[in-house]
């Protein structure tokens, strides 16, 4: 009995683990850069997370996840701006409501092509979407962004909003992770090695991936949605193809082709960032410079070339790594 | 709507038209040719614009020698990263995705490098002597460096397709499309030939660069602006349609050209409208008549 309690409660699982370091976080520091960059790391990772789904579990690689994203936090940032904090939870609400029925409609559209042409039509549809928040100046403040964007209430304080991103992101890293290893997923992960097969197997191909497009994208708002709490404040970079590109980056530094691989990702470039960005301005050198040889050696990112390791060297001998 | 300003803007617009074709069909040409997809090809873009400024702005050299320097430069850049890196991850799998983000990644690279270079401020480039001037036609006048760049671009792209259709280099390129192992077996260095197909097709792209920097500022970051612009060119055209993406490019540059005429600040929508329109009624593309799965 106490076995089954402690084995329940000591977590084994990456995901156990990863829920324990981060609640720990405001427990060890009282910090607030250091909780700021904590919060980052969660967002982004979830971000990370759900771009992923679509990359690494279904083969489609989308260059406009960052439309999502910034229409989560458009939505948060601009009616929070216009109608008061007490909006904020149904700003966030709206924004998903939003991504849902826009992922929808742009998914039929860009679905019916394939291949790099996906990419680039997400990343066209996305760059149409910051040029509209670009020039529309008076609505959405421009290159200005809007700042000063506070939740309500008790949301206010820096520890409980922290908690409340943390517990809104594992939630939904559970679900995607439960989507990831149900028959859904199963039928994602078909589709990317054979899509010729799941369609003589009676599934339908595009319905499938319309779902997981919604789905990521979904949850892309609302991590930006989250983001406009954390920083206070929105900009037009949020709609930014880099913003797309840095989600991206994320998940090849830690690995495609693991469900976990693209938060740890987040992690590191997140810290990394934080570090190489105070030394020097030339940021996007060393990381274009890092990423094209990760590419080109390690293709399978951090978390998948270690479970490599630990298969060759036979820690555990199951290896589940690909 | 009075027929000098009909004119002037028909002739803006084909300015814009043979400006995104010569980038457009330089980036069709290696994906036909070896199914590689070039996200950092606005960068060669960006970089010819950087070399005119450096070979006819700085060192003052003729504006036509600039334009073939650039091209040279613009392609031997390109065949070094195609043989650095490129080269490395054909037939991986997933290989589409890696493409981009290793394209990508050289995005990155040549924009901060390009701000190392020349700085981060906006540079500009002169119209060419004798080309700074109007032309008069009737009671039009029309800006003589547009007819310039219609006419080069013309001059380039018939001669790209001139070398791809009737010498023995093009037909091993095209061989190469369709069968690279065939071809390889038929003693061709197929590798060689991609790579010589990648000089090309950035070359194009980088004196597409420096012919459209005298009329546009030359700032980086506007490589990707090109390359999103040429992409949708490429899609409504038909993809992997060398004439259907001409017609295309004709199509966005005439819709951009009469909308900022009349629309300024939204004239950079229309394109992305037309793409819509296409993607809605006909996804394979205008002209194309292979259908799309």
Redesign the interface.
Known sequence: MLEKITRRLIPASPFGLLVLIFAMVPVITNSPYKLNVASHILVWGLFAVSFNMLWGITGMLSFGQALYYGLGAYSVGLMVEYLGSTWFLPALAAGLLMAFVLSFLLGLLVIRVGGVYFTMLTLAFAQLAWQITFKWYDFTGGDDGIQGIIPPGILQNRIVYYYFVLLLVFLSIWTLKRMAYSPFGMILRCIQQNPERIRFLGRRVRRNQLRIYMISSFFAALAGGMMAGVDSSIHTDMLLWTTSGEAILMSVLGGISQFFGPFFGAAVFILLEDNIGAVTEYWPLIIGSVMLFMVIIFPKGIVGEALGLKVRFGKTGTGRSS | MDTSFFFTQLISGLTIATLLFLVASGLTLI?GVGNV?NFAHGSFYMLGAYFGYQFSAVWGSNFFLTLVMTGICAGLIGMVVEFL?LR??YG?A?E???????T??????I???V??IWGAEYKSLARPAGFDGAVQLGDIFIPAYNLLIIGVGLMAVILAWLILSRTRAGRVARASAVDREIVSVLGVNVPMTMTLVFGIATALGGMAGTLAAPMRTVTPGAG?EVI?DS??VV?IGG?GNFWGAWLGAILIGEVVAFGVAFVP??A??FS?LI??IV??FK?EGLFSARR??
Not at chain 2, 96 to 102: A, E, P, R, T, V
């Open positions: 994906f997809f890196f490395r991850i991986r997933n589409g995705g890696f493409q981009i983000l290793l990508y990644c050289l995005i990155l690279i924009d901060d490098l701000k190392l990707i999103i992409l949708i899609v993809m600040k939204w950079t929508l992305f793409l819509v993607l809605v996804p799309t799965r």
